[in-house]
DNA sequence: TATGAATGAGCATTCATTCAT
DNA sequence: TATGAATGAATGCTCATTCAT
């Protein structure tokens, strides 16, 4: 957003326009797309000064992705924990996720989106992890639904995992310009809810 | 398939080689691995030569783009049109639209993860567009599915839309290598296939 | 020698002109210190030129040490086989390698003197090595002499080693400008030739 | 010695301290391989406070250089002097002197081996310097043992001079790494003295 | 139709050094 | 005396592309 170069800002304040302007840059091409050199020049600042602040071409943009992970993580906990029936924590929960991604097109584009090299010391089952966090619970809510009937009974991993892969498909639709012309992002957005929702409601549900 | 090199072919059947050769190196690559030098040398040509039937290297890629398309839609319309129920045909178009992604991974990354600059000459709505065929037979069905009682009333461009971004962000998750350990793949597009035809079949359907 | 750029030479003698500004140029410094640009800068060609005939800087210094040692071998085998007494093929010899050394420094400097990363295809042992060839023969004319008592009782490789030692000292002042001022250059060499030989030779010898 | 970082010196003694971490550097790494800034790490300063004692990364070579050249004297001239024969004095000085290198190859590459620009403050002949003191005393000692008869009569200089190439060569190659293999250290440096005492001691001589 | 020779731009990273504090 | 922030220049190498033949 702020396209502002340098002199406009304190001290150490360099870190943070070293990320905004990374997460941008990252945003609109794969990891090896994205240069030093050209972060360097966009910030206004000598390829070298990156160098101060982050180690290399990875750890910059595993920070940028972390830092985004816990945005999102932020945007949506509260919601997936409310203690309104799972169902409805859990509609409100995939809206909040989609509208995160449409909100913050770069930052999810980073994280979700961008093809990079594995990370070899990155433990994916780390409590820590927001994106486990939020996982595991949409994965508990479900397990509540299922319990108080609300929810058919379905394999819960599997149907996590489906629900997650059906609000990132649309996320991601949603944030990438296409040529095909998608309808009005709200009415779609409560469209997919409503369909995800009804697809593991139970049949008596009252949704 | 034949991995022969120059001289075991015809006159002009160059180019075929070059496609043939640039879509095996894109399906163990990423993109920015994919280098003009590294293709010339695989089939034996010099470099130059692929300038003669390609302009250059988005030309060439776009020309291997254009073929998964048609492949996509070879691999799926059958499936929709066929006679079975509208929720049977569409479940098998589903299912057949994700494991295209996971069989042609790189094709699927270039022709509908990637980035890059709209095509100009591009016509969405063009009826020979394979995309939009393949939406248009979705959308078909699901009206009447719709008619015939299987499928629920729903809005049809906001359904399918939404059914696309489903089976479009398992294909991705799938696809991208990530940390998070997804579950075992037939599994999982199973149960997605069922979670999406539940969410859309008529509540009294046999599902 | 020839500071001569491009344009001033036929079609593919840029392989030569490389390696004779490359040898130039290795010869003032250390491996790290050449750089693959300043050479190309020197012969007034892109670095890129370079790869068209050396895979890299090592391939590149390879291949000047090897022309090098070719060159010694020329120099001075047939010194050292021919038909005069051991001790006069030997002193023959050293004079001669000596003297390579002072009339192309930079070859010696580059091929000898140069420290550089280890070249693990190196076969040290292969008959075809000139360095292996020189030596052998040294060794052998070495143990003629001992077997005709021109030369005393000494281990052979020890000695070799030994002479090979104190030529290559001899060589290695002489061709590196140093603060200490050295002798007349032919007197010295002469000088070094009679005390090696007086060192080994048998003690009636008429040396 | 003393590995202990910071604060664990006194006031002024970061100087020491600096020279200590560089010689140590140098002896396990190339001149190349030798930064400012691991040297900074190493010591636990900034690279900046280097600068407050040396004017560069020159100044403190030439300082470790000096260094070494004291050592150097250090450990030789004692054995020049001492009162055995001239003979005998000499080859213990010969050893001690191919002794050293060998145990400070990096002192040595950098004092004896590595071209760099000529000092124009260097003064070659003053007395002071340790380099030109042991020259003097091989060439006393020479012209000792050709009066005392244990050495034929030899030109001083040309043999001194002779005698130091033979075990500078013989330095140089134990010191650099060379494909070729040598003979065992010890072996090869008995040998090479006796070679060299053989090479210049009378003909009567008891050696 | 095809090539060999060549290029300019680009890459991530490291370096010695400087300067304001 | 010491630092943290910053820089410009340099490195080996790869790339897509061009051009004369």
Redesign the interface.
Known sequence: MSAGGRKDRGKDDLRLEILNAARDMFA???F??FSMRKLAARIGYSATAIYLHFTDKRDLLNCVCQETFEELSRAIVHLLTRTASPLEAIRAGLKAYVQFGVEHPNHYKVAL?L?RP??PD?D??AATNP?VRI?ALLRERLAEGIRCAEI?P??L???A?????????????LI??R?????NRD??LE??AS??????AA?NSTE
């Not at 995992?161 to 639709?173: F, M, R």
């Not at 040529?179 to 309808?183: M, Q, W």
């Not at 369909?195 to 593991?200: N, Q, R, S, Y």
Request: no cysteine; net charge negative.
């Open positions: 609109t091409g794969t090896e797309e989106l093809e594995r990370n990155y994916s089952s994106g996982y058919r379905l394999d991993d599997l149907t995992q489906s629900i997650w892969a059906s609000v990132h498909g649309l996320t991601t639709l990438i310009e040529d095909f012309p998608l309808e009415r779609l469209a997919h369909l995800l929702i009804a697809g593991v049949k």
